[in-house]
């Protein structure tokens, strides 16, 4: 769990932030992230650039 609600929430916002023009792309499976740093001193485009590739690299084993 990463620091106080404030913290938890602005993370839950940042990443669906950045899932969401994604979603139609998983819509038979659910996803999960699991954040386990503060990212809060984190640029939002590394954050950003470091999910597309998670995402990216869902997609093509999901799809193969």
Request: contains cysteine.
């Amino acid at each position: 769990k990463i620091g106080n609600s404030v913290k938890r929430n602005h993370a839950k916002r940042i990443i669906r932030e950045i899932i969401r023009p994604h979603l139609n792309k998983f819509s038979p499976a659910d996803l999960v992230v699991v954040v386990k740093k503060d990212f809060s001193d984190v640029d939002f485009e590394k954050i950003k650039n470091d999910m597309f590739h998670c995402l990216n690299t869902i997609e093509r084993k999901l799809y193969k």
